[in-house]
């Protein structure tokens, strides 16, 4: 009987232990239905990345923008003119003179320039001729790309005008390649400025939103709302911290880009740290702005990295080139800082002082930060609810 009962004891025991797993369970479920930030962790972010990576990225070069240099136009020159103009892998611009090319180039407008010299036809006739190409080597990677498929429309091209002439005799062309910004073709020089942007974006957007968000979830900030302090005040309080540790991770990272890695600084270095300092005004403003609306420090960071640090690394034009991605996603990518600073950093970087490039991207990024303070300072108000 003793035995009976012991073993109905353990039977009720595994009944009861199911039942409080049951119910864990559909509390659990209960809660994932109440905070919506779960799911879209689980199902949204997941579809956001393979769509993203599926569809919108691409580590293909496709039409590249060049600048084709016709000084004397002739029907070979336009010959090999047209085998790039034809060609899927570049988007063609003529122009009459290097002058005319090269600031295109600074200006950020051509990835390359290739130069058919006045005497292409006399030298195509003596047995050989060659073309120039100029790449813009800030992305040693596209660099090598370009370069490729430059010699495949040239060999295209010859091996037409061979067919055409009925002589495989004919004269050769030959490709003599140079990279401009980055002549060691170094990826570091590539590296270091799209790292001082996840840096600048880690501190300003994501550490900003969390400790704020955590301010409002334990209530300190209660102690201040009955205070004479301002709301504005308050942002200043909160901002100017942050701030500094942006500006001081900025000067390290140029430091070690400079000392270590040998990456040049060719602009000013007042230009750097007065632009990188709008930047991080930007990424403080939208780091506030999540926090003041979520008011949660998990929902906070979660949206946080999806907005701010995941665009910065994919849709900046850090890792791929905005240029063979659908029309879509360029879009989408004129909304983002980044985008804007990674263009200016990559300038003042390997170009220089180039203003046609500092000063567009400078004005949007004044622009973003004086309409996320804004919003911080309207959401941010002096009341508990």
Known sequence: MQTSFVRELGTDSSRMRLRRIRSLIRKEFVQVIRDPSSIAIALVLPVFLILLFGYGLSLDVKEVPVAVVLENPTPDSAGVASAFKLSDYFRVTEVTSMQEAAKLMQDRKVDGIVRLSQDFDRQLASGGAS??????????????????????ALSQWTNQRAISKASPSIGSVRLQSRMWFNEAVDSHYFLVPGLVVLIMTLTGALLTALVMAREWEQGTLEALFVTPVRTGEILIGKTLPYFLLGMAGLLLTASAGRFLFHVPLRGSMVVLVAVSALYLLVALGFGLFISSATRNQFVSGQIALIATFLPAVFLSGFIFDLTSVPRAVQFVSYLLPARYY???????????????VIIPNCAVMMVMSLILFALTLRKTRKRLN
């Open 342 to 356: 990674v263009s200016f950093l990559q300038t003042i970087f390997l170009a220089g002082n180039v203003w046609s």
């Open 131 to 152: 073309v120039q190409l100029i790449v813009r080597g800030v992305d040693a990677n596209r660099g090598r790309f370009i370069q490729g498929y430059a010699q495949g």
